[in-house]
C-alpha cells in the first residue's frame, strides 16, 4: 500500500527527477522468458523470471530516464558516472542472450553476466530450476514435512510451496539441497525431460559473445559461501574465475554472492583475492564498499513498486526513519 501511494501520488516521480543527479541505478536478473509454455508462466510466476513484455517496459523505463553503462564503465577505469544504469544477469541462463539481450542491443545497452561455472563445464540442472520442473509438472497431491514444515504439491499450492522451499533451501549447503530434491524425485517418480544445455550457456555462447556482453564470477556450483570451510572457500572463488577467464581470455575482476549470502569471512577473502574488485549481492543496504554492492531486482512487481524502487524514496523514507 505504501508503494502504491508513492508511486500514483506521483511522490516517487518526483523524488526521481530531483534526486536523478549523482545516481546509479544497477538491476538484475535471472532469466527473461515469453510465457509460452507452461513452465515458462511457473517460473515467472514465481518470480524466477520476468516476461518479455515486463523487461521491454521496465527496460524502456531505464533508458528513458538513464544512460547505460557497462559494469567496466562505472566500477572499472574510467571513474564514476553519473544518471546511469547497468543491467546484470545472474547464473548463466541462456535465454540472457537469445531473448534479453536483442531487446538491450536494440539500445545499445551492455550486459554482465555472472556465471555459475560448473553449469557451463559439466552441463548441471541448477536445483531451483529441476524444483521448477518437478512442481510445475507432477500430477495428483503430494505433501512433504521439510524444516519442520508441511509442503502440499497440488494445482492450488504449488506455487507458494515453491517459493516457500526456495527460500529455506538457500540457507542449506549444496549435499542437503540435493538430499531434499532426490528424495521429491523418488516419492513424485518424476522422469526428467529436460536437457540443461538447452537452458544454460554453452562455452561456445560465451567464447563467441557481443562485445557488449561481459561476464564475472558466481562460484562453481552455486554454494552459500557461509556454509563453506575455508579450504572449499577459497576453491570456489578462485576455480570459479580462473575458468571464466580461461573462456573469455581476459581479466575477470567481479563477482556476484550466491543467493546474495555472504559474511565477513566472506568479505575478508575476496577483499585480500587479488582478482576480485568488485562484489555484488542481492541484498539492499546501505554499506559504501566495493564488495557489498546492492542492485535492484528487475523482477519486483507490480510495476509501481519498481518504480519506487528505483526512485530511491522508499530507501530514503527507511534511512530517515532508521
Not at 503430494?142 to 522451499?165: P, V
Not at 578462485?238 to 581476459?250: A, M, Q, R, T, W
Request: proline content about 2%; glycine content about 4%.
Amino acid at each position: 500500500m505504501i508503494l502504491f501511494l508513492l508511486y500514483y501520488s506521483g511522490l516517487s516521480w518526483l523524488f526521481l527527477k530531483l534526486n536523478k543527479k549523482n545516481k546509479l541505478i544497477h538491476v538484475y536478473g535471472h532469466r527473461v522468458l515469453e510465457n509460452k509454455t507452461k513452465i515458462d508462466n511457473f517460473f515467472i510466476q514465481t518470480g524466477h523470471a520476468i516476461s518479455v513484455e515486463d523487461f521491454k517496459k521496465k527496460i524502456n523505463f531505464l533508458h528513458s530516464n538513464f544512460s547505460s553503462i557497462s559494469i567496466n564503465q562505472r566500477y572499472g577505469k574510467r571513474g564514476n558516472q553519473n544518471n546511469n544504469f547497468i543491467v546484470s544477469f545472474d547464473d548463466g541462463y541462456k535465454d540472457n542472450i537469445q531473448i534479453a539481450f536483442p531487446i538491450l542491443k536494440k539500445y545499445n545497452i551492455p550486459m554482465h553476466i555472472f556465471v555459475t561455472s560448473d553449469i557451463v563445464k559439466h552441463k548441471l540442472l541448477f536445483w531451483p530450476d529441476l524444483l521448477g520442473y518437478i512442481c510445475s509438472e507432477i500430477k495428483g497431491e503430494y505433501k512433504f514435512i521439510f524444516a519442520d514444515k508441511t509442503y502440499l504439491f497440488n494445482d492450488m499450492c504449488r506455487i507458494d510451496s515453491y517459493i516457500s522451499i526456495c527460500k529455506i533451501l538457500k540457507q542449506y549447503n549444496n549435499q542437503e539441497i540435493n538430499n531434499f530434491i532426490n528424495d521429491i524425485i523418488s516419492v513424485t517418480e518424476f522422469n526428467l525431460k529436460i536437457n540443461p544445455k538447452d537452458i544454460y550457456l554453452s562455452k561456445n555462447d560465451i567464447q563467441n559473445s557481443n562485445d557488449l556482453i561481459t561476464f564475472g564470477a558466481h562460484s562453481l556450483s552455486h554454494e552459500n559461501l557461509v556454509k563453506l570451510n575455508d579450504d572449499d572457500l577459497k576453491k570456489t572463488i578462485k576455480k570459479s574465475f580462473e575458468y571464466i577467464e580461461d573462456l573469455v581470455g581476459e581479466k575477470i575482476n567481479t563477482f556476484a554472492y550466491p543467493y546474495g549470502i555472504y559474511n565477513e569471512r566472506t568479505l575478508d577473502y575476496l577483499i585480500d583475492y587479488d582478482k576480485c574488485d568488485y562484489a555484488f549481492t542481492t541484498k539492499s543496504n546501505f554499506n559504501d564498499s566495493n564488495y557489498e554492492i546492492s542492485r535492484i531486482n528487475l523482477n519486483i512487481s507490480p510495476y509501481y513498486a519498481f518504480h519506487v524502487q528505483i526512485s530511491g524514496i522508499f530507501n530514503w523514507i527507511k534511512d530517515m526513519v532508521r
